[in-house]
């Protein structure tokens, strides 16, 4: 059962309720082994931190950053931020020092928490041109301190300042006069435009979001939550604090890249994620089917029409499979479905809220029907995640983001835009008043700038209303659609669709180079460099014979003619993704430029 309180006592309440049973899994710095922290250790810890901030001077609604990857340290600081009634604002781990400077001249930061090596050397450079800079504090006690550093201090001697808890009565003094209006985060968002906004996320936003998502999203004190996504991300951060509303136990993955790994040790039953990970778990299984025999493959095939068959013509419509149906389907998930869950470590799956960018219906289906509980949804970060979402074990459609939550309300305006009303909905953007008057019309109403519709009670999204291009014969095209059409094969790494102004559609792509390499090596092709392989006329006619595999549904002026295969991945560093990977494609443009060029040439 859900705890109602103000975030700043949820910790400490949760150890009254539960005490010493674990509530966060997690890996030190560098180390290998997993260990386990209690509620009563937690709460100790926030204890400390507010302490220690306070013995800091940090005031009431003083912002304080937090750059790193996800650990258990900055759970600490938020939630012992929280407790003295300060603000965080959390950092992506691979923000770059021109990002950082900005965020914290924008919200002049005094005290700013880093994570590992790579975030201090970006914080220590910095710190001179940052005026209201006055202490970094290190997580990760393995960092290298520069000797002209005498600003920096380790996280262990910051818990020191809190020892005992010295300033325990003014803590408790300050969780009395927490109130919901209060701002609890500040999350800046690049965008795919590069504009920076900091979007103020209020304590009501986290109430009103914890009592909806309570009510229709069904994890529990039972479940074994990993957190992939950084804890930077709204849809992370916003699932992690309804988790720990509800008593579930956390698994803290400080390494992105390890993730199957830290599932197969861990054995989670939840986690959220964004389509690109099912997308490579899809193509992973397809790779390995097209490997296997003839007759594992029959095996297989036979497998998946009887999984899509049980759980999405029959369950996913409400519908009561027929005993044959069921007793086969029982069969394969014994037999086929659950190897698949266990090569993933999913032994024990409960479901997996999916959101963050368009889900391909072809990864969707493919997920549900091997006994996976796939829960798509849609938000932002102005909406605090979550606007709507399917609900488990009640009927979805296949390309949906699920049914709106309760207490918001979705108008469908101008242009189809999804437009927003409700207590989730943030109050604006830091320091913009003019963004933030412009981001509401005179309704009140959210503008998202995304495109969409209901139906039954569903929402439906099309296209970013900004991405949709119009090629010079006057046709729209939804490169958002057409790049996770193609990302589901597994030679496909990332994809940007070229359209706007252009006679036709065209594409840049990164392969998967290690794959490429194989097909190369198995058909006698010997390449020095990834230039010399992505140039390659008969690799780029084999990607583009998959790619027209994949493209057989969409309208003619809506297929790819041509494409530009890169040898380097799009990346942050360039400028060409943002910090939640999507693409920036207005730098693609100005980087590619001569290779698009050379795609429409005569």
């Known amino acids: 059962m859900q705890t109602k309180c103000h975030l700043s006592i949820l910790i400490h309440e949760q150890a009254k309720k539960y005490g010493s049973r674990p509530v966060l899994t997690y890996r030190e710095f560098g180390s290998l082994k997993w260990k386990t922290v209690t509620w009563n250790y937690f709460s100790q810890r926030v204890k400390q931190v507010s302490n220690a901030l306070l013995n800091l001077g940090v005031s009431v609604q003083e912002n304080i950053g937090v750059f790193s990857q996800n650990t258990v340290q900055s759970l600490y600081c938020d939630f012992g931020a929280f407790g003295i009634r300060a603000v965080t604002i959390p950092f992506y781990a691979t923000s770059s020092e021109e990002q950082i400077r900005f965020m914290i001249a924008d919200a002049q930061i005094r005290i700013l928490f880093v994570g590992e090596q790579e975030q201090y050397d970006k914080a220590f450079r910095v710190f001179a041109q940052c005026p209201t800079m006055e202490r970094i504090i290190v997580f990760d006690n393995s960092v290298r301190i520069?000797?002209?550093?005498?600003?920096?201090?380790?996280?262990?001697?910051?818990?020191?300042?809190?020892?005992?808890?010295?300033?325990?009565?003014?803590?408790?003094?300050?969780w009395g006069e927490a109130n919901e209006e209060d701002i609890a985060n500040i999350l800046y968002t690049s965008g795919t435009t590069g504009d920076s906004k900091g979007v103020i996320l209020s304590y009501s936003q986290y109430h009103a979001a914890m009592e909806a998502n309570d009510k229709c999203v069904p994890v529990g004190e039972n479940d074994r939550v990993m957190n992939f996504l950084p804890f930077t991300h709204v849809f992370e951060r916003g699932w992690t604090y309804l988790c720990l509303t509800e008593g579930a136990r956390l698994i803290v993955n400080t390494y992105p890249k390890e993730i199957q790994e830290s599932m197969r040790e861990t054995h989670p039953t939840c986690m959220c994620a964004v389509p690109r990970f099912w997308e490579k778990v899809y193509a992973g299984v397809k790779a390995k089917l097209d490997d296997a025999s003839g007759a594992k493959r029959a095996l297989f095939k036979n497998a998946l029409k009887t999984g899509r068959k049980h759980n999405i013509e029959y369950l996913s419509n409400g519908k009561r499979p027929p005993v044959g149906l069921s007793l086969r389907y029982q069969f394969y998930n014994r037999t086929v479905f659950s190897l698949i869950r266990k090569e993933l470590g999913l032994e024990d799956a409960h479901f997996f809220p999916t959101a963050g960018a368009r889900v391909s219906e072809e990864v969707e289906e493919f997920i549900h029907s091997i006994g996976i509980n796939m829960m798509v949804g849609?938000?932002?970060?102005?909406?605090?995640?979550?606007?709507?979402?399917?609900?488990l074990g009640e009927p979805f459609t296949i390309g949906s983001v699920g049914i709106p939550i309760e207490g918001i309300e979705v108008k469908i305006g101008e242009n189809d835009e999804v437009l927003l009303k409700g207590p989730t909905i943030t109050r604006g953007y830091y320091k913009r008043e003019q963004m933030t008057a412009d981001a509401f019309d005179e309704e009140g109403f959210f503008h998202t700038g995304d495109s969409g519709y209901l139906q039954d009670g569903e929402l439906f999204l099309k296209e970013r209303i900004k991405d949709l291009f119009k090629t010079s014969n006057g046709k729209y095209i939804a490169p958002q659609m057409i790049e996770a059409k193609l990302l589901v094969d597994r030679y496909l790494e990332q994809v940007a669709i070229i359209a706007d102004e252009r006679k036709f559609v065209s594409a840049l792509v990164v392969p998967n180079y290690e794959l490429l390499e194989e097909y190369a090596r198995e058909h006698g092709m010997i390449f020095a460099s990834h230039e010399e392989m992505c140039a390659d006329q008969r690799i780029i006619d084999m990607v583009m014979e998959r790619i027209d595999t994949l493209q057989q549904g969409l309208a003619s002026y809506e297929t790819v003619k041509r494409i530009t295969l890169l040898p380097e991945m799009f990346s942050m560093e360039k400028g060409e993704l943002t910090n939640t990977l999507k693409i920036r494609r207005s730098v693609l443009n100005k980087n590619y430029a001569a290779q698009i060029e050379e795609m429409y040439k005569e």
């Open 378 to 391: 849609y938000g932002l970060t102005e909406s605090l995640a979550t606007v709507s979402c399917n609900h």
């Open 146 to 174: 520069s000797p002209h550093d005498a600003s920096t201090i380790y996280f262990d001697d910051f818990l020191n300042l809190g020892k005992d808890y010295p300033r325990q009565s003014e803590v408790e003094k300050l």
